[in-house]
């Protein structure tokens, strides 16, 4: 079975610039999840979908920050502008639904300059 | 905020049990436990998790105080790949878990 997919897996840009991250999740796994984690800190949930609905999007900067799962499959996560304290690893995680286990992909490492 | 608090690191020799405690004093009684691992450089990876019971699966072993207010993660025969960063969550009533800083586990030869 496939896991989670992720690109870019690093991406440097420098402040004010946009950037968009791209997530496959697990086929079948209904629920998507995207996180930020600084380094040294444990993820943070950005936004929550159940199929290409959100649950959840409270921790999201909606100011600068937008997500979309369409057809309920892929997501991407995308930036604009981007500022010095986005720097971190942003990590997409899959769910068959809501409370399973999640799996994670290997994250994509941003570094804002 | 967490709802767990962990130690920030341990070291544990090649062979032996790992034993990784967490505090959780205010999860409700219908909230379980999760325990995750991070790989450096890696997402983490689900290990285990338990709402009052004793759970164990190829992975590892949970045991839970009765009253709750605890849990100890045990890796029975620790080996170099079990480096990495352990995390013991609690989850909110929207089932989503809250994460904190974890403990570096550091296994030595």
């Known amino acids: 079975e496939a896991g989670v997919a992720q690109s870019p897996r690093y991406k440097i840009i420098e402040k004010r610039q946009s950037v968009a991250f791209w997530c496959n999740p697990i086929s079948g796994h209904a629920t998507l999840y995207w996180y930020q984690q600084i380094l040294g800190q444990g993820p943070k949930l950005l936004i929550q979908?159940?199929?290409?609905?959100?649950?959840?999007d409270s921790q999201l900067p909606k100011d600068r920050f937008s997500a979309e799962r369409l057809k309920g499959v892929d997501s991407t996560l995308k930036i604009q502008p981007a500022k010095l304290e986005d720097s971190a690893v942003y990590l997409c995680?899959?769910?068959?639904?809501?409370?399973?286990?999640?799996?994670f992909g290997p994250g994509t490492r941003l570094t804002v300059t | 905020d967490a709802k767990t608090t962990q130690p920030t690191s341990m070291d544990c020799a090649e062979g032996r049990a790992a034993n990784l405690p967490c505090n959780h004093s205010t999860i409700s009684g219908n909230e379980y436990v999760y325990w995750y691992r991070q790989i450096h450089s890696q997402g983490p990876q689900y290990i285990i998790h338990g709402l009052k019971n004793n759970e164990t699966n190829e992975m590892a072993s949970l045991i839970i105080t009765e009253d709750r207010k605890s849990s100890t993660l045990i890796l029975p025969h620790a080996t170099l790949r079990d480096t990495a960063v352990y995390y013991c969550i609690g989850e909110d009533s929207n089932y989503q878990l809250i994460w904190g800083a974890g403990t570096k586990l550091i296994i030595k030869p």
């Open positions: 995680a899959s769910s068959l639904s809501r409370s399973y286990e999640q799996y």
């Open positions: 979908f159940q199929n290409n609905g959100v649950v959840d």
